[in-house]
């Protein structure tokens, strides 16, 4: 990073503002509260934890009208989310990081964690985010204390937990665009020494695109989340928490919209754009579409654990033991039609399930948080079932089949702090784990016209990961860090349409995708402890990066495939700030360069042409060389700046409330093959709320606010699709093209009145 890039970035925290700051009084003084965070599997301060991390606390995320994981982009700089056909197809990236695949066997690079229990399909990460306590973004590689789908880093979730005292809430929030949630919790003593904790989310939102065929609006869902939690205390040796979840969610979600389609010309199944076009306008302000059927993506997911705590003087020894079960549905238009085509009722549709059974067990012992060694150490044994049945309709690309990926995974861990001289550590972690991974696959009768068949295999893989590193205190408050990880992604089986004969690439595993990270960190409270700042510097380099690509000997089909090497490397930093005891101030930036260092062959984007890079292959086909190109979806800059402001209101039996943010990021390229048609460009949302809560209590809360404020309209995603419609895959782009985009929640402005209550 530029002396200048360092000075924007401080200047850029001098004035800013998120909401997560919390303040605090110790004698007579205002400093910032204290959080303490597990980022480690221990307890410990935010500030004391040599990991780049981004925590966040409920009302962070309530600030920016958040219920859900890809809300967290406004308040982490270097977290984005790519948005799927549906649920399971969201791609979550840290530092330009991030795993795009079909198939049922291939891991994700951030690791979505929930009070201790990894989800298995990404799916599950993106459930509503209900009771709340906080929510640490861990970044980079974190495989030695999270294991193999941690490549990327972690978003470690943690719910609140019962009390011993009975305390109650409840919120109703409505939009101008229709929404509505209905929240409720309670929590207090059932006996002695027993606890508990119940809380229930209710939601509904009609969606924000206008099907023109239907007359409704779709990209909407309604949702039901239940969450329990026991806590039982019969002594001081040990405790037990017995959590357990419902999730329930019916969608039509997530369709695209035209950005740019040619007029006049016939897709592959003949129908003329025209059709398509009817009564819409393609653009960057285009909320309508034309489908039939209507997109589906329905989810139902439960399950629970149990974790015990055995005190063992001053250590702590803990088991925690979790099942779980995912059941999604999906369906989507295929032909780009509307009313009967090819003989089929709908036209032609893509549907299926996604099915996913999980359980693992964490054996670890904690030692005391004092003394010149502190270390967690551990076993973690897991075992999962993920099963994907889909049939594409219709004589044009069909598809029917059902696979099944199974892994058992054994791992030791730990991880250890030394304190080599006062105000100097040493770290220091390993992990050792083995898994054996396997499939099932079935293609049935109407696969493209090709015969049946069954096929299976399975592989096995060991794999040793770690972390070494020194942290330094500099002065009282104040600590630098310079850390070594070594990432790891296991290997995986390619299960989708693409298996198409038993001889395949997808019939042997693409190799683990592994990575070597280096940072520098500084992290201290200043001005005394009324201010915070915490800076890093990283450079990861990953090998073998699993990713869909294009073999030319396959007829082009999309395989995934070890495509080649990355560097991501930049500087991150975020601060807060209480300017006075009624206002304040947070910020966070991040400069992100994330490139391809290696990768020959890659597909070509439609369109390209020799001179544009796209080169006749030895083998077939044609092929480029992406060195040097950037990842998809990641910003070089993004930054979130924010404000509280507590407004006393006189004589009113009232107290004001004032909250601020803002959150901008540069222009991004959703194609990892670097098409120019896929580029959405530089873009910020500004939030503003108004919130008025009783003075004597402060039980009550009516909180009005305004997301995307300016109206800015984005997309979280877009798919060039011009390949559909003529069959020559490299005509001039700019006489033909296809293409569409997604709508995130907040793509255009809504307003809204959220009442709370508690005791």
């Known amino acids: ?49 040599p990991v780049a991390m981004s925590v966040i606390g409920a009302d962070a995320l309530a600030a920016v009208g958040g219920s ?44 979505v964690v929930i009070d201790d229990v990894a989800a298995g399909l990404s799916g599950q990460g993106f459930n509503d985010l209900q009771d709340i306590e906080r929510i640490e973004i861990l970044r980079g590689p974190q495989s030695t204390l999270f294991g193999k789908a941690a490549s990327a880093g972690v978003i470690n979730i943690t719910t609140k937990a019962p009390t011993d005292t009975f305390t109650g809430s409840a919120e109703i929030m409505v939009t101008d665009d229709d929404e509505q949630r209905y929240s409720a919790g309670l929590s207090g003593p059932l006996a002695e020494g027993l606890s508990f904790r119940a809380s229930a989310a209710i939601g509904r939102y009609d969606g924000n695109i206008r099907n023109l065929v239907t007359g409704r609006m779709i990209n909407g869902r309604d949702s039901e989340n ?111 039609a509307t009313g009967p085509l090819l003989g089929q009722p709908n036209g032609l549709m893509q549907f299926g399930f996604f099915r996913g059974d999980t359980f693992s067990n964490e054996l670890r012992l904690t030692s005391p948080a004092s003394g010149v060694l502190q270390y967690v150490a551990g076993l973690y044994y897991a075992d999962n079932t993920f099963t994907r049945r889909f049939t594409r309709t219709g004589p044009a690309q069909p598809g029917d089949w059902r696979g099944e990926a199974g892994s058992e995974a054994y791992a030791m861990f730990g991880q250890a702090d030394y304190t080599v001289t006062p105000g100097t550590k040493l770290i220091a972690g390993l992990r050792w784990g083995r898994e054996n991974i396997s499939f099932v696959y079935d293609r049935y009768n109407n696969a493209g016209g090709n015969p049946p068949f069954n096929t299976s295999g399975s592989a096995n893989d060991t794999v040793v990961t770690g972390r070494a590193g020194i942290q330094q205190d500099l002065a009282q408050d104040v600590m630098a860090f310079a850390t070594y990880s070594r990432g790891y992604k296991g290997q995986a089986y390619d299960l989708t349409s693409s298996f198409s004969t038993p001889t395949n690439p997808a019939r042997n595993p693409v190799r683990p995708e592994t990575s070597n990270s280096y940072e520098l960190g500084l992290k201290g409270r200043f001005l005394d402890r009324r201010a915070s700042l915490s800076l890093t510097g ?53 400069y992100t360069d994330a490139t391809i260092r290696a990768f020959p062959n890659a597909e070509c984007y439609f ?59 540069s222009k991004v390229n ?30 009550y809360r009516l909180t009005l606010f305004v997301r995307n404020l300016f109206d800015k309209h984005y997309f979280s995603s877009m798919n060039d699709l011009t390949n559909g419609l003529i069959a020559n895959p490299y005509p001039n782009p700019s006489t033909v093209i296809d293409l569409r985009g997604r709508r995130a929640r907040d793509a255009s402005r809504y307003m809204g009145a959220r009442f709370s209550v508690k005791y």
Not at 3 to 27: D, K
Not at 560 to 587: D, I, P, Y
Not at 635 to 653: I, Q, S, T
Request: net charge negative; hydrophobic share 35%.
């Open 1 to 49: 990073m530029t002396r200048s890039m360092m000075c924007s970035t401080l200047a850029i925290l001098g004035f800013a503002a998120p909401a997560m700051a919390q303040e605090a009084t110790v004698g007579s003084a205002l400093v910032l509260e204290e959080i303490v965070v597990t980022a480690q599997k221990r307890a410990q301060s935010a500030q004391d934890v």
């Open 68 to 111: 859900r994981l890809q809300d967290l982009t406004q308040l982490s700089p270097s977290l984005t989310v790519t948005q799927g056909g549906d649920q399971n197809n969201n791609s979550v990236i840290l530092r330009g990081i991030g795993t795009s695949a079909f198939s049922i066997g291939v891991e994700a690079s951030v690791l």
């Open 226 to 336: 239940y969450r329990a939690k026991f806590l039982w205390e019969p002594s001081e040796s040990f405790d037990v928490t017995l959590s357990g979840h419902y999730a329930k969610t019916e969608a039509d979600c997530c369709e695209y919209v035209s950005i740019r389609k040619t007029p006049g010309i016939r897709n592959l199944f003949g129908v003329p754009t025209n059709t398509q076009l009817e009564g819409i306008t393609p653009g960057v302000n285009n909320f309508t579409a034309r489908l039939d059927p209507e997109p589906v993506s329905d989810a139902k997911d439960y399950g629970g654990s149990l974790k015990v705590n055995v005190y063992l003087g001053e250590h702590t020894l803990t088991n925690i033991t979790a099942r779980n079960h995912y059941f999604a549905t999906d369906s989507s238009d295929f032909d780009g």
């Open 538 to 590: 990283f450079l990861t380099d990953y090998d073998d990066f699993q990713a869909q690509s294009q073999v030319a000997e396959f007829g082009g089909s999309l395989f995934l495939a070890n495509v080649g090497k990355l560097r991501t490397k930049g500087v991150e930093a975020e601060g807060s700030v209480l300017a006075t005891e009624m206002l304040t101030l947070n910020g966070s930036v991040a």
């Open 607 to 665: 369109g390209q042409t020799v001179a544009l890079g796209c080169t006749p292959r030895a083998t077939g086909g044609r092929a480029q060389d992406l060195a040097g190109h950037r990842l998809a979806n990641s910003p070089e800059w993004k930054f979130n700046v924010g404000a509280d402001l507590e407004v006393p209101l006189g004589d009113l039996p009232v107290t004001g409330f004032v909250n601020a943010s803002y959150s901008w990021q």
């Open 670 to 699: 959703f194609d990892l093959r670097g098409n120019p048609n896929t580029v959405q460009d530089a873009y910020g949302i500004t939030n503003v709320s108004v919130a008025f809560e009783d003075k004597e209590q402060g039980r």
